[in-house]
């Protein structure tokens, strides 16, 4: 009995040999899959919950992968894995080797592009859709994108281009559940709960049903005529909305977690013959008692099975360590203020929000703003801090050239989740940052290794330095620090014999491997010193002067190598005419797969196991 129905769904056309009712208990059944698994494997389970009928309904009206559908971020992707022949394999989710959280074409002609980032999905829908315009080609392209993802500003560079493009076969289905990650913000959301709560589908139908008879799922199609009859109607009732007048064909809101209804207003956005945005209502976490009643807290769970290097696995994490302090800072500083890009729960800003409101900002999932905001927050006399993951301030790089580094304004940037991010895999990994920013001129860039360096790494970046100072730290919690290390709290320490002539150059929470390292080695006899970074930008030239009489160099860096920390050293050490050799163990110019975060760091050579070897020379160095 169990999976009765999901088992055999091979590929999408599947479904269209199952009835009304069988279509309602296959939802069933994907959800029992979804409760089961995604607590184990870690994920989003609240998002896909959410999507369970309108992905049956959408691969019941559509022919993927002839009709592409892309998915916007793909973290509610799960539904659309388990109707294209991914069932089978789908608790291996978000573990190495297995499927990803994500879209990934790599894994199946269903998933489009590969994803991981807000707010793209219209464009690249459109693109399809402008495409298969030039080539005649008559399949359809669809782009769902969430209302948390509509507060991007991608997504209405998109909507500018879409309006004027008559005869794209392109059709955006608005997936509004009211929620970002947490309650979604600003004038969108204001603007989407006041369409939501209008009955423009149900009226609309009352108003035709006379018309139009029962429609079944597929079989008789609407006729075109009284489609268009419908649409007349519904101009009527509503002369005007903003995806109108950005022209669009609006259609909705309609119940998404009906299958049928969904179904008919699909298959009607396919005869409108210009881009249509059907705008359907569901919610957050359906079917789930405790995801509907928390959804944020269901929106992104970790796996069951944590490693001590998995978030706040002994009851704090850098994040956590982070919040507490902003807070505490705060209460002294009136200008302290924050930034988040609808992430206040996984950056530690929750107590922030609450204990000053005034001085907390969600701009939505809008990177790129809120570093000119802040220059502006900066101006009138405040104290901002943007908090972001490494991974979503990829998307600011000429904000942070133009509207920050370039106006000398202090605004500080709180990067969080710096380095292997672990099971969100390539699109996630914070393994980019240093090198980003090692580009760009006039910026301070810290990279503590333990809580007590973050908080002073703060304080020097409020209070000490000037302009752009970024501070990075990890997902996840603080490794084990040898007792016998006193930090410095300057720029660089110095852990070992100062005299060693082999050092060890590093930064972040990777000391702690470089540590063991380093003392495993020495009860074999062998004297090492290891040159932690908290400074990578500008880089201290006493941690240059510190590795200059060496015989041997080893750079160990928990990020991508082209640009990073140790080009960038070696650069300078071959400037002051540096006769050693060097290796250099970093992340390789790939993109770096989903596993968890012990894995990851194994992989590259950078846990402790991997260092030791490197050291001794079993372990091919420069990669
Ligand atoms: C550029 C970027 N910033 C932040 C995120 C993190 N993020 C992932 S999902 C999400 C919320 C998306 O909300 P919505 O589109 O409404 O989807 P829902 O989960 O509510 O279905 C956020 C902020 C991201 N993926 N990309």
Known sequence: MEDRYLKNIKQPSDLGYLSDAELEALAGEIRGVLIDTVPHTGGHLASNLGVVELTIALHRVFKSPRDKIIWDVGHQIYVHKLLTGRYKDFRTLRSQGGLSGFARPTESEHDIFFS?????????AFGIAAANAINDDRSYTVAVIGD???TGGLAYEALNNVGHADKSRLIIVLNDNAMSISENVGSVARYLAVMRSKPGYF???ALTERIINKIPIVGKSISSTLFKSKTRLKNLIYRSNFFEDMGLRYMGPIDGHNIRQVCEALEGAKLVGKPVLLHINTVKGKGYNPAEKS???YHGLSRQDNSPNEPCANGSCYSEEFGTFLCQQASKDKRICAITAAMSLGTGLKRFSQDYPDRFFDVGIAEEHAIPFALGLSAGSMLPVFVVYSTFLQR??????HDAALQGRKIVIAIDRAGFVGEDGETHQGLYDVALLNGIPDISVYSPATYGELRN??????????GVVAVRYARGAEFRIPEDFTPSYGDFDVYGDPDADTAIVTYGRIFSFAAQARNALLQEGKSIKVIKLNAVKPMPSGAVEAALGCKRVFFFEEGIRSGGMGEHFALLLSERAYEGEYIL???????VAQGSVSEQLARYGLDTDG???TLKGENPGNE
């Open 203 to 205: 009226k609309m139908k």
């Open 295 to 297: 959804p944020s807290r």
């Open 396 to 401: 600011c790089y000429d904000q942070i050239f």
């Open 585 to 591: 163990k970093a992340v390789p110019d790939c993109f």
């Open 148 to 150: 948390g993802a509509m």
């Open 116 to 124: 991981g980032h807000s707010s793209t999905s219209i464009s690249s």
């Open 611 to 613: 260092m030791i070897k």
């Open 457 to 466: 790494c703060f304080v020097r970046a409020f209070y000490h330095v000037g």
